[in-house]
């Protein structure tokens, strides 16, 4: 008796080409996006996050149980010309980059009982302390479905820039408060400011202080988004200026120390980008 099994399907997925391999009781096909990451030599790099996804289409009553690993040491090199950078890929978000993900060391056991799909997050490592040349590194990287018999592979790229960098691109100006002792409403000033970072940099924003007294009057302050919808505490690069703002609030029925009819005061604060 022959037995005709579906053809092989190449598909586009998430920038990536999921090849779907028929074995057994579940058609598996595996996913991963291409990964970006802004990589600043002279910082010990958290590992970045990402995902892969693997989907099963059950032919067959049986479970399918199978792991994902991404190769023999989980060591790969990215490159620009003839100029390298190491990456790795590991299991869990050390900033040692431990746990590499590998064959011998796979993905978590993914059983399906059921057709679904079930999402993998793992992390890209790329080690402090490397200082080559200025530019965009790539690099490919293969995951391989198996339990053990190899039953999909896909590829994604790993690009990484550098050296990446983050600038206060546009300085902020005061927060100007106008005031009138036991006022019966708060007053209120912004102040907006940006920021221009490599491609995928992570950073941080911070005040050195939120809160303080001028001319006898309590303000707080508080760093939004530009259009003044939520809080922030920092963004992430994407090549462009991102502007933000530092909004402040002055509380209702404050006497102040004005010593006359009308007075000014200042109390300065600094604005920090960490990234």
């Known amino acids: 008796m022959k037995l005709k099994l579906p053809r092989c399907v190449g598909a586009i997925v998430l920038l990536s080409l ?36 693997t989907t099963c289409i059950k032919t067959g009553g049986n479970v399918v149980n199978y792991t994902v690993s991404s190769g023999a040491t989980g060591n790969y090199t990215a490159t620009l010309g003839g100029n390298k950078l190491n990456f790795s890929l590991t299991t869990t978000p050390n900033a040692a980059c431990g746990n590499q993900w590998t064959t011998a060391n796979p993905s978590t056991l993914f059983s399906f009982p059921n057709s679904g799909t079930q999402s993998y997050t793992f992390y890209i490592c790329v080690p402090t302390g490397q200082n080559p040349a200025a530019g965009t590194y790539t690099g490919t990287v293969t995951l391989t479905a198996a339990d053990p ?21 546009t300085t902020p100006g005061p927060v100007a408060f106008t005031y009138s002792a036991f006022q019966g409403s708060a007053a209120s000033g912004s102040t907006t400011f940006g920021t221009t970072c490599t491609n995928s940099l992570p950073y941080t924003l911070a005040l050195d202080a939120t809160s303080g007294v001028v001319s006898g009057l309590n303000y707080s302050l508080v760093l939004r988004d530009f259009a003044d919808t939520v809080n922030v505490t920092g963004g992430s690069g994407t090549g462009l200026a991102q502007t933000y703002r530092i909004k402040g609030t002055m509380p209702a029925g404050q006497a102040g120390t004005c010593a006359s009819g009308a007075c000014a005061g200042s109390d300065p604060r600094t604005l920090t980008i960490t990234y």
């Open 149 to 169: 018999t190899v039953l999909a592979t896909t590829t994604f790229v790993v690009s990484i820039i550098t050296p990446a960098s983050c600038t206060l691109s």
């Open 18 to 53: 999921a090849i779907t391999a028929h074995a057994g009781p579940c058609a598996v096909s595996v996913s991963s996006p291409n990964v970006t990451i802004a990589y600043v030599p002279t910082n010990p790099t958290n590992p970045i996050s990402s995902t892969m996804s």
